[in-house]
């Protein structure tokens, strides 16, 4: 034992000697690396923390681990108590539940972003844009994720006022164009009002020649659905609309366009209507009309005072791949081509690709805004089609516009002499409200003669409360919109709380604040446009009725 007892001191005395080498050779170096590393923390930090986004990283317990200066004064919190902390504690539960299914994502080794809008009473809606970067060890472990959080809020604010400014410049190019279009308008009006009061006058000379009258009488009410239609045609183009789609007729759609510029349009330039198909689109009306108009009215300007000839045709086309615009992406097809042509100057290639820019315009001040071209262009590709332009000095210019086609969806069929007969054969009461007398007595005489028994009421008040005391007595209501004291939408709310499966129909010339989306909301069944022709009245009704009974 004695023997070996100096040879394990020499041992020991080895490695502490040996220990002692290493900790004066290694230990500066680890004390300088570790020095160097927490360096390195603290420029990484102050990068972070001066970074206008809300950074942070969490482990795999959903623990923050790390988040920048940012982060802790968006939560009003000190550093120490978020480190630690939960996800769930920091945000609290209504944040945490919407953004768990991207916590899981991130902890299951994806990345990615996504946006998210957060109310607040004090500021409002609050919008951020959440990038998200998944970390996993050499082994494929995931150890937790970065996060970095945008406040989004302005660059949203500022598109949706973007949206508002496109709306706004778009209505006051719709304005301009009914300006333009207002000495025709007149011009048509004052026409159809003459009519009507020459036919009315020769009715009465022959009032004791029934067919004759008769026949004038037919003439006054054509021209007073001719000046129903006009009206229709000025409102749905110059009204603030949501943008619907829907099956349409190009074909109708045109017409009415060229039957209304026509009188506008001055007499040394001739109109031509090659109009080859009536296929479908789909479309928002209102918008399609402003096209047609923009495009017809900019032709008949270019050519001015000189005069020429406008031609607007229409046709289908089948266009392939390698005929469509390869920077819009579209689908080949079937497609209407809308072509609108004049004999004007043509366009400098110069100005050739400016045209479709908002405010470019080749016109003196005062004579446009430049929107025409631009609002154009924005409805089409709108509707996933596209524009060509053909232009050569001297000769004229040519529109094309595609737009996809579709099958026709619009079923017309005329009202049979069984229906007619059946219309004339019911018996069900009436409750009719206007404050105009003359529409009071055409309407309760054309429905009495139907066999329907109606009850006419000049004010929404004492309808009510007529209804109020008798309100199983009626199986119908017709209003009036804009009435004194009480309008139209206030009745109808006020009879559907006394009988909800009451059927009402609601009559307006025209309402900003009161749409057919709002009336269908509010329960009433039918919303009509006046003039209201005795002749569709009667089959709305039964229509109405009809339903109520199965």
Known sequence: MNKTTPHKSAREKFLALSLESSRKSYYPQLKKHLEKTKENEKRLQLLIDNLPALISYVNSEERYVLVNRAFVESFDLKHDHI??????????KKIYNKVNSYI???????????????ATK?????????????????QGIVNGFYSLIIDSTEKKQAEEEKTKLKDRLRQAQKMEAIGTLSGGIAHDFNNIL????????????????????????????GGAQRASSLIQQILAFSRQTKYSKQPLSF??????????????????IAIKEVLNTRAMILADSTQIHQVIMNLCTNAYHAMGDDGGLLTVGL??????????????NLVPGKYLKLEVCDTGPGIDHQIKEKIFDPYFTTKSIGKGTGLGLAVVDGIVKKHN???????????????????????????????SKKEEEELSTKTEKIMLVDDEPAILETLKAILSRQGYEVSTFNNGESALQVFADNSTE??????????????????SREVLKIREEIPIIICTGYHENFSEEEAIRAGIKKYLQKPVIGKELPKIIRDLLNTKQH
């Open 104 to 118: 899981g994502k991130a902890l299951s080794g994806k990345s990615g972003h996504f946006e998210l809008s957060i």
């Open 315 to 328: 046709d289908e086309v089948l266009l392939t791949t390698n005929q469509m615009p390869r920077e819009l």
């Open 474 to 491: 009626f199986d119908l209501i017709i209003t009036d919109m804009t009435m004194p004291q009480m309008t139209g939408d206030k009745l």
């Open 385 to 415: 089609g596209f524009i060509k332009l053909k232009t050569k000095l001297g000769v004229g210019t040519t529109f094309q516009i595609y737009l996809p086609a579709i099958e026709d969806e619009l079923a017309c069929a005329d009202v």
């Open 251 to 268: 074909f109708i759609l045109t017409k009415e366009v060229l039957r209304l510029i026509r009188s506008t349009i001055p007499s040394n």
């Open 194 to 221: 003459s009519g009507i009061f020459g036919y009315s006058q020769l009715a009465d000379i022959h009032i004791n020649d029934p067919e004759r009258a008769r026949e004038y009488i037919s003439k006054i009410v």
């Open 122 to 138: 004090k500021k409002g809606t609050k919008w951020y844009e959440i990038n998200y970067v998944s970390e996993t060890n050499p």
């Open 83 to 92: 480190i630690g902390k939960r996800m769930e504690t920091i945000l609290g």
